[in-house]
Every structure is written in C-alpha cells, then in structure tokens.
Antibody, heavy 116, light 108 residues
Framework: QVQLQASGPGLVKPSETLSLTCTVS????????WSWIRQPPGKGLEWIGY???????NYNPSLKSRVTISVDTSKNQLSLKLSSVTAADTAVYYC??????????WGQGILVTVSS | EIVLTQSPGTLSLSPGERATLSCRAS???????LAWYQQKPGQAPRLLIY???SRATAIPDRFSGSGSGTDFTLTISRLEPEDFAVYYC?????????FGQGTKLEIK
C-alpha cells in the first residue's frame, strides 16, 4: 500500500519560496501521476499540478508562473516549489497519487503558514 | 475553467436516513470524469467515487454516484455515524481540475 509523507518548513516569509518534499513508499515515483493539492484553513481544495513519467508536468494556470513540480527518482521523492508567496498561499499542502487529475492516495498533508 | 457548485452547503440528517448530495458543473464534464471525496476533520480527503458512478476500493456499497453531463449526485443510502463529514466533488476531465466548495453532512 502506497504511503506519502510530506515534509518541509511550516513557516515561510512573504515573497520567499515555499519548498516541500513528499517521500513515497510502497510504490515507484516513476509510475502514476503525482499531484499537489492545497487547502486553505477552513476552505476548499485547489489542484496545483501534477507530474508523470518523471518529467511531464501540468500546472493550474492560476499558479503556473510560480510553481515547479519535480521528482527525484533516486530518493523516490516528489517536490513542490512555489515562489513569491503571500498570505493567500497559507494552506495545508497535500501530495497525492493517481491518474491524470484523479487522486486515489493522499498523504497526510502539511500546514504551511506564510507570515513575517 | 469548469466551476462546480455543490448543494446544499450543509445537510443535517440522522443516522439511518438517506443523504442526497448534488454537484452541478458550469459546462459538461468530459467523459463523466467526476469524482467524490470524503474529508473528516484533520484528515486528507478519501476517494469514494470516480467516473461518476464507480466505487473506489473498499468503499461500502451504501455510497453510490450517478449523473452525467452537468448534473451529478452522491447518495448515501443509510447513514452510519462515521459518514458525517465534508464531501467534495471534483472534475478531472478538463485541466485545470476543479473541486466543488463542499457539502457538510452533519448529525441532526
């Protein structure tokens, strides 16, 4: 059974870059689609983007200019970088496995707060 | 971008009752690529239904999905105490893949 564990700083300053890592166990990062999804506190879900075949990506146009999703196959890890963050980027960030935009296995999520 | 509108915002029911949740799309969802997720407080969402009507692995048969085009429904035939949660629909037919705003199913 696949397990996903997100990690990274819980606090990021405005204008800086948010960087998160998702460690995948029980499955190869070279298979499936791997997504990032976020949820502001008390609000709904927003799809950020996905990567598949270790290099092909698709991003939400609302975030595309600031987002990079990549994988490290040697570590079986997925990463997310979001630049020029503001308070509006405060959210729980989830990594998830699936096919195209459908996600069937989610990590537990990590809360990232943007504040000085 | 396809906008999904869920109704009602909050649904108050008792265990044993039937729940009907609605999801309406601003345009037709490609190939009925519509999913439903359940989220409990402090937890990640869990996939319940995909392809509008197919149950995900290990999902009890009291959960069923229906609909096509722009109108979709999640039905829980007889509510169990563990079913009280927030439910989201998501379309994954056209990028960007979007979610509804959620329906909170609460105990009456």
């Amino acid at each position: 059974q696949v397990q996903l564990q997100a990690s990274g700083p819980g606090l990021v300053k405005p204008s800086e870059t948010l960087s998160l890592t998702c460690t995948v166990s029980g499955d190869s990062i070279s298979s499936y689609y791997w997504s990032w999804i976020r949820q502001p506190p008390g609000k709904g879900l927003e799809w950020i983007g996905y990567i598949y075949n270790s290099a092909s990506t698709n991003y939400n146009p609302s975030l595309k200019s600031r987002v990079t999703i990549s994988v490290d196959t040697s570590k079986n890890q997925l990463s997310l970088k979001l630049s020029s963050v503001t308070a509006a980027d405060t959210a729980v960030y989830y990594c998830a496995r699936g096919t195209v935009g459908l996600t069937s296995g989610w990590g537990q999520g990590i809360l990232v707060t943007v504040s000085s | 971008e396809i906008v999904l509108t869920q109704s009602p915002g909050t649904l108050s029911l008792s265990p044993g009752e039937r729940a009907t949740l609605s999801c309406r799309a601003s345009q037709s969802v490609s190939s009925n690529n519509l999913a439903w997720y359940q989220q409990k407080p402090g937890q990640a969402p869990r996939l319940l239904i995909y392809g509008a009507s197919s149950r995900a692995t290990a999902i009890p048969d009291r959960f069923s999905g229906s609909g096509s085009g722009t109108d979709f429904t999640l039905t829980i035939s007889r509510l169990e105490p563990e079913d009280f949660a927030v439910y989201y629909c998501q379309q994954y037919g056209d990028s960007p893949y979007t979610f509804g705003q959620g329906t909170k199913l609460e105990i009456k």
